[in-house]
C-alpha cells in the first residue's frame, strides 16, 4: 500500500517568476479596489480555488439583519449570498471557499469592522478532571473573552496541490478538499429526492414536533426512517463531490461521482484522510491562550470555532 498527494518542489526560478507575476497582479488591482475594502489573506495560500486574496467590505445593517434572522439549516446558503454580495472579486463565488477560508474571512471582518474581541464561549476551569459530572458542573465552566489577535493561523503546506492522489494496489484514486458548495448541493439533492415523501408525511412531521399521541407507530417508523435516509445520503453526497477521478479517467459531473462512489473502497477514505490530518491542517488554531478572570491568569484551552461565530450581534 503507497499514497501520493502530489507534494512537488518548484526551482528557485519558478517561485521567483510566480512572485514576479502576483506582484504585477496585486499592483495592477491596488488603483482599482475602492476605499473600505478589507483585504483577507487565506492561509491556503491560493493552492485551493481561492486566491490568496481577497476584499470584503463591511456588512450593511440590512445584511446583519438578515443573516441574524435566518434559520439555521439555511445559514450557509445565505451567508454565502451575503459574502458575494459584499466581496470586490465579482467573479469569485464564495461556495468555492473552503469551511476554513471561510472560517478566517469571517473572522476577519469581524476583527476589523465590529469587535477585537470574541465573547461567549465556555471552556473548562479545571480540563484535568475526569468525571464528566464533576467536569461539566457549573461550577467548573467559565466563559472565555478572547481577543482575536490570540487566535492563531496555520497556512497550508508550501508542498501541497490538488488532486490527492491515494494508490492502493495499482489502482489510483483522485481526491479534492471539500468546499462549501459542496454542502450546499448535497443539500439540494437530497431536497429534491425526498420532496414527494416530505410533502407526504409533512403532517406527521408537525404532530411529531408538538408531541401529538395521534401519531401511528407505522407513520412514526416511516417518518424516522425518512430523516435517517436523507440524513445518510446527504453525507453520501457530500463525499461523492470530493472525488476527482479513477486512474486516468476525471469526473466532471456529480452523476458520475455519486456512481463510482460505491465502488471506492474504505481503505482509501482511510488515506485520504490520514493525509488530511497530519498534512493540512491549516486555518484557524483551536487552542487560544487567554486571561481567565475567573482563575486570574493566563491559560490554554481548546475551542471549536465555526463560521457563524464570527456573525455580529
Not at 501520493?4 to 491596488?30: G, R
Not at 496555520?154 to 491515494?166: A, D, H, L, R
Request: with cysteine; net charge negative.
Amino acid at each position: 500500500m503507497s499514497e501520493n498527494n502530489s507534494i512537488f518542489v518548484e526551482s528557485e526560478n519558478e517561485l521567483n517568476q510566480k512572485v514576479a507575476k502576483d506582484l504585477e497582479q496585486s499592483l495592477s488591482n491596488k488603483n482599482q479596489i475602492p476605499f473600505g475594502y478589507l483585504p483577507v489573506k487565506l492561509d491556503s495560500l491560493g493552492k485551493l480555488s481561492a486566491p490568496k486574496i481577497l476584499h470584503f467590505r463591511n456588512y450593511s445593517m440590512e445584511e446583519v439583519l438578515e443573516l441574524s434572522a435566518i434559520k439555521e439549516e439555511n445559514y450557509i446558503e445565505a451567508l454565502v449570498k451575503c459574502l458575494n454580495n459584499m466581496i470586490y472579486e465579482k467573479d469569485f463565488d464564495c461556495a468555492d471557499l473552503h469551511e476554513k477560508e471561510l472560517e478566517i474571512v469571517m473572522m476577519s471582518i469581524y476583527n476589523c469592522f465590529w469587535s477585537k474581541q470574541l465573547q461567549g464561549h465556555t471552556y473548562y476551569l479545571d480540563d484535568t478532571l475526569e468525571d464528566l459530572e464533576l467536569k461539566n458542573n457549573e461550577k467548573n465552566v467559565g466563559i472565555a473573552i478572547l481577543n482575536i489577535s490570540d487566535i492563531k493561523t496555520s497556512t497550508i503546506i508550501k508542498e501541497f496541490k490538488e488532486p490527492i492522489k491515494i494508490e492502493i494496489d495499482g489502482k489510483v484514486v483522485k481526491f479534492l478538499l471539500p468546499r462549501i458548495k459542496d454542502i450546499i448541493i448535497a443539500k439540494e439533492f437530497v431536497n429534491k429526492k425526498y420532496f414527494e415523501i416530505e410533502r407526504e408525511l409533512s403532517d406527521v412531521k408537525s404532530a411529531i414536533e408538538k408531541k401529538s399521541s395521534s401519531v401511528s407507530f407505522e407513520n412514526a417508523q416511516k417518518f424516522d426512517k425518512m430523516q435517517t435516509n436523507k440524513s445518510l445520503d446527504l453525507l453520501k453526497v457530500c463525499q461523492a463531490s470530493i472525488i476527482y477521478g479513477i486512474d486516468n479517467v476525471i469526473f466532471n459531473t456529480l452523476e458520475e461521482k455519486i456512481k463510482v462512489f460505491p465502488d471506492i473502497s474504505l481503505n482509501y477514505w482511510q488515506e485520504y484522510q490520514k493525509v488530511v490530518d497530519e498534512k493540512l491542517n491549516f486555518g484557524i488554531n483551536p487552542e487560544v491562550t487567554f486571561f481567565s478572570t475567573e482563575l486570574g491568569k493566563q491559560i490554554t484551552r481548546r475551542f471549536s470555532f465555526q463560521s457563524m461565530d464570527f456573525i455580529p450581534s
